[in-house]
């Protein structure tokens, strides 16, 4: 089949003919392909787009400028000829003589596809011809208009699909999360999205997107959701409660350990642009993973913390459900034209209320994350009082410059969060590109080494040599750029250890990672499988518990809880590591690792009757999933003990 031009409307417009033709460039001939293209097909007058685009002029100057742009597209490109069909009358642009990006997501919309949907952007409607609005004032009018017909005809596509018997939970999910991009105060998208969220086990995030929308509505309408998602509200934590209360292993929390315990606060930001709201949350972010180095203080992970923003008594919420003695506030306020700051910060106890600490900066951009040591330096100094500020090393990961690549992260982990074969390629790509694009940034190869692991470990990897190599170069590199970074080294020292099996290197690795960061979630939870492979049973499990209090709401919840099983299993805690086997299934079906663990550790107990969920679930996965060629790569140190764990799986009903 011939290859057909190209038509971009979202963004920057653009239209480019198969090689070695050109491209459209002129605007008007771009506004006049716009034109046709929304029209899906269907002949537009000829008077119309004369008098929507040359208004400025008179009818017969205006239909003279549109029979020269007709015949400069024609000029360019065979391929334009043939996509256009011209009459006197009418232009119209054959649905199957050009590809578009604005008929691709009408077309995702209309099928339910999972992975089309996840291009439609939340900006669309001021994203269509980006730019354009000058191009006259009765272009201008049919722009505005046009954007709106747009937003809405996508919208009612993506409701009607919820409606649908066929649909499966994932369609559902995503033509919710799509409509709710296009329109947060969407009540019915939150409602399916919801529950679509809790039927896949993800309650935390379900009752995430309620938060989300109770937050906008109060803030923006000035009133609460309707009694029918309030009421979907309620049954979902209810059902959450009945379901995990029992099956889920006793949580603790973090003033258990006998220190003081910090939780810092999401940054209110004071400015409408997305940038310094953002800013905020890599500030935020990056002064969280300083404190975690300070041994006697642990604070609670961001990601635990960060849906607070808009919660009316976040202080309590953190003393009551987390055990945290005191937190840390801050606003920023920017002025985004001279990249002015000023940051105000503020340590109060939780129970009292009453500032500890408080003190503003008035910086620039640039200077920014230098702010956030001194910080954390004083935090620390404040509340340990033995520790001085000038002793403590706080750690520097971001900068102002990495904003876009921090929103690529952002979207990145997102994907990540779905563990489905089509999100994690999309994040693969997107961690490909940040990489590629910001190389100084540290995080990006990290992530990108975190979704390789995935791969792997969900049996979705076609070439798992590669994949284990892709992972030792972008952690390796990850270290090059930051030699402190101990999440990276955790996760280094985890790879030696699962696919290496260099036992000795890989434990000494991740013990330097938590010596560097002895309170930080996700260092703790990635040294947890070596330990427990390398028989370190009580560190291993000291570990994965302290990593689950300090991110107890974390959206990876479930490799943190399958991490617990596996320090149980290795130590012969069956009940344990079948109890946080169960509960990861809960919070994420899909994670096939979790699943065979599980497997083996209730067949262990010869509780058989349980398995077969889990098998079936399992098989759907990964159908083609045979026992003696998983066996041998896993992370076991000992043949023997590899073996044994394979006939647990076999007396599963796992095929060999």
């Not at 409307?9 to 050109?22: C, E, K, N, Q, V």
């Not at 391929?79 to 642009?93: E, G, I, K, M, N």
């Not at 910060?345 to 209320?353: A, D």
């Not at 070596?530 to 009580?538: Q, Y």
């Amino acid at each position: 089949m011939a290859e057909l031009p190209g038509l971009s409307l979202i963004g920057a417009a653009s239209a480019t003919a198969p090689a070695p033709d050109g491209s459209v460039t002129a605007r008007r001939s771009l506004a006049v392909l716009a034109m046709l293209a929304v029209a899906e097909g269907q002949p537009v007058p000829r008077e119309l787009i004369a008098s929507t685009i040359w208004s400025e002029v008179d009818d017969a100057r205006a239909r003279a400028s549109l029979r020269q742009t007709l015949s400069e597209l024609r000029a360019v490109s065979a391929t334009f000829t043939d996509a256009l069909d011209v009459t006197r009358q009418a232009v119209a642009l054959r649905a199957d003589g050009v590809t578009c990006d604005l008929w691709r997501l009408m077309r995702a919309a209309e099928r339910a596809d999972v992975a089309g949907l996840r291009l439609i952007p939340a900006n669309l409607g001021p994203q269509f011809l980006y730019g354009y609005e000058d191009l006259g004032e009765s272009f201008a009018d049919w722009l505005a208009e046009t954007r709106d017909v747009i937003v809405n005809r996508l919208v009612s596509t993506l409701m009607r699909g919820f409606d649908d018997p066929d649909a499966t939970t994932d369609q559902r999910r995503g033509l919710a999360e799509a409509a709710l991009r296009l329109n947060p105060l969407n009540e019915r998208a939150a409602r399916v999205a919801m529950q679509a969220l809790a039927d896949d086990g993800d309650v935390a995030q379900a009752l995430n997107v309620y938060a989300r929308l109770y937050a906008l509505m109060d803030e923006e309408l000035g009133m609460e959701p309707s009694d029918d998602t309030q009421d979907l509200a309620v049954a979902i934590k209810q059902s959450q409660r009945a379901t995990t209360d029992a099956a889920r292993p006793p949580a603790r929390v973090l003033g258990s350990y006998g220190q003081p315990v910090l939780g810092v606060l999401p940054m209110a930001t004071f400015g409408n642009d997305i940038e310094t709201r953002q800013l905020g949350e890599m500030f935020v972010e990056d002064i969280v993973c300083s404190l975690a180095a300070c041994r006697e203080l642990p604070t609670l992970s961001n990601a635990t913390s960060r849906h607070l923003a808009d919660a009316p008594d976040p202080v309590h919420h953190l003393r009551d459900q987390h055990g945290v003695t005191y937190a840390l506030r801050s606003t920023l306020r920017r002025d985004a034209r001279s990249g002015r700051c000023r940051v105000t910060t503020q340590l109060v106890g939780s129970e009292s209320g009453l500032a500890i600490w408080g003190q503003t900066f008035d910086t620039s951009d640039a200077e920014l994350f230098g702010v956030q040591a001194e910080i954390a330096g004083k935090v620390v100094s404040a509340l340990v009082p033995h520790i001085h500020a000038a002793e403590f090393q706080a750690v520097e990961s971001f900068r102002a410059s990495d904003l876009n690549a921090y929103q690529m992260l952002l979207r990145a982990r997102h994907l990540t969060y779905a563990l489905n074969r089509d999100s994690l390629g999309e994040a693969r790509t997107l961690l490909g590109d940040c990489a590629a694009t910001h190389p100084g940034f540290a995080p990006a190869h990290v992530a990108l080494a975190e979704v390789h692991s995935i791969q792997i470990g969900q049996n979705w990897s076609s070439d798992p040599a590669t994949d284990t190599a892709a992972i030792k170069a972008a952690l390796g590199e990850a270290l090059r750029l930051n030699p402190r970074d101990a999440r990276a080294m955790a996760m280094m020292g985890h790879n030696v250890g699962i696919y290496e099996r260099a036992y000795p290197r890989a434990k000494a690795t991740v013990e330097q990672a938590v010596d560097a960061l002895p309170n930080d979630a996700e260092t703790l939870i990635w040294s947890t499988p070596v330990l427990a492979f390398t028989d370190d049973h009580d560190t291993a499990i000291r570990n994965a518990e302290k990593a689950i209090a300090l991110s107890p709401e974390d959206p990876m919840m479930f490799r943190f809880e399958h991490f617990a099983s596996i320090a149980h299993f290795t130590a012969g805690r069956y009940e344990e590591a079948a109890q946080y086997g169960l509960a990861s299934m809960e919070r994420n079906p899909r994670y096939t690792s979790n699943l065979r663990a599980t497997m083996g550790a209730l067949a262990r107990l010869d509780r058989i009757d349980e398995i077969a969920p889990l098998r079936d679930l399992h098989h759907e996965i990964t159908p083609d999933f045979r026992i003696r060629d998983f066996i041998s790569g896993q992370a076991f140190n000992s043949s023997e003990k590899r073996a044994a764990f394979g006939k647990l799986l076999a007396k599963a009903g796992l095929p060999d």
